[in-house]
Structures are given as C-alpha cells and as structure tokens.
T-cell receptor, first 115, second 115 residues
Framework: GEDVEQSLFLSVREGDSSVINCTYT??????LYWYKQEPGAGLQLLTY?????DMKQDQRLTVLLNKKDKHLSLRIADTQTGDSAIYFC???????????????FGAGTRLAVHP | EAQVTQNPRYLITVTGKKLTVTCSQN?????MSWYRQDPGLGLRQIYY???????DKGDVPEGYKVSRKEKRNFPLILESPSPNQTSLYFC??????????????FGPGTRLTVL
C-alpha cells in the first residue's frame, strides 16, 4: 500500500542546519518531492528527486534518498526564520496506478526557527 | 501570470446547505485535482480530472462531486455538507511530461467550516 510518514515538529536555532525525515512504502515511486507550505498559503514545490538518484543539492537544500530503507531526507543549511513553514514529503505512484495525477503526502513537518 | 485561483477563500456554512468551491487555472493544464488537508493527515486527493468531461475518484471522494465542462475550471460540489467536511481544500493542476514530471501547482486554499 501507499503510505508516507514524517515527524510532525522540528525546532532549530537560526543558522543551524535542519534535517526533516520521511519514510515511504511504495518502492515503485517514480518521483519524490518536498513541498513547502507557508502560513495561510498553498503548497509550493521546493525540490524533488527522481527515484534513481541518491542525492540532489540545490543551494541550501540537500535531498538524500536511501532506496533500500525507503527513507528520504531534506537538509536545509543555515536555516533562517523565513524557512519556518510546514514541509510535506510526497511521492508519485507509477503511471499505471494513476501516478501522473496523484501525489501521496505525508502529514507534514512543522519547522520552527528560533533566534 | 500563471496561477490557480479558488473561490471563496473562506466559507462558514451549515449542515445540508449545498455549496460549490470554484477552481480556475490559466496554464492550459490537462490534469486538475482536489485535495483536502487535515491536521496530522497531510493532503488527501478527493477527485481528479485528466481532461474535459473525464473525472475520477481519488482516495476520499464520499460526499463530494466534481465536474469538468471546460479545461480551465474544476468546481468542487458539496451537495449536503456535514461537519466532517470541515477542512482546508486545495485545487491543483499539472501537465505530465513537461518540466518536472508531475509537478503540481496549487491554489491558495479554501477554508471551509460546516456547523
């Protein structure tokens, strides 16, 4: 079955690194995503990784994928107060199971950045 | 400007009073979806549409209807709302195979309260 799990809260000090973790169950997922939701706003795609990759870096963001353990992480370097938001991990099932139109989301991790 | 709009943004209603939440996109995307967001559950897909006059159930379709008479619009209809439909609703659109495969663009959300 399809299931994505992530911890609900993370608190970090400004300037430190944040690591948000996610586990998923569908090993046939094609893409894995991190979406960011700021207060009162919709979801915005932050970054993504294709399932045949192990790591992707994009400025302050590093995504690590461990396919064996079905574990995905998002590291934010030099975390700033503007990074305070809810971060959702999501996976896309393969196209034959409705993948092109469907995202399976985790519950979201609320990141709080304090001085 | 490419965007997904939803109306209304906030709605308080009473049990049994039919309502419609509209969604409109100007990106010429084929696929459109409705999600609901509930605390601790993340986003769950309600209905989706792959093109005009083509709609199908997502994971939590009970109590909802949709229609897709035009490519740009995908209204969500609650014929007889109940309190368990109190939630934050998001419309999303995408076109597979362009840019980031299956990247979905989200509207700003509609917060619905059913008393």
């Amino acid at each position: 079955g399809e299931d994505v799990e992530q911890s609900l809260f993370l608190s970090v000090r400004e300037g430190d690194s944040s690591v948000i973790n996610c586990t998923y169950t569908d090993s046939s997922s094609t893409y894995l995503y991190w979406y960011k939701q700021e207060p009162g706003a919709g979801l915005q795609l932050l970054t993504y990784i294709f399932s045949n990759m192990d790591m992707k870096q994009d400025q302050r963001l590093t995504v690590l994928l461990n396919k064996k353990d079905k574990h995905l992480s998002l590291r934010i370097a030099d975390t700033q107060t503007g990074d305070s938001a809810i971060y959702f991990c999501a996976e896309t099932p393969p196209p034959f199971s409705g993948g092109y139109n469907k995202l399976i989301f985790g519950a979201g991790t609320r990141l709080a950045v304090h001085p | 400007e490419a965007q997904v709009t939803q109306n209304p943004r906030y709605l308080i209603t009473v049990t049994g009073k039919k309502l419609t939440v509209t969604c409109s996109q100007n990106m010429n995307h084929e696929y459109m979806s409705w999600y609901r967001q509930d605390p601790g559950l993340g986003l769950r897909q309600i209905y989706y549409s792959m093109n005009v006059e083509v709609t199908d159930k997502g994971d939590v379709p009970e109590g909802y209807k949709v229609s897709r008479k035009e490519k740009r619009n995908f209204p969500l209809i609650l014929e007889s709302p109940s309190p368990n439909q109190t939630s934050l609703y998001f419309c999303a659109t995408n076109t597979p195979g362009t840019g980031v495969s299956n990247e979905q663009f989200f509207g700003p959300g509609t917060r619905l309260t059913v008393l």
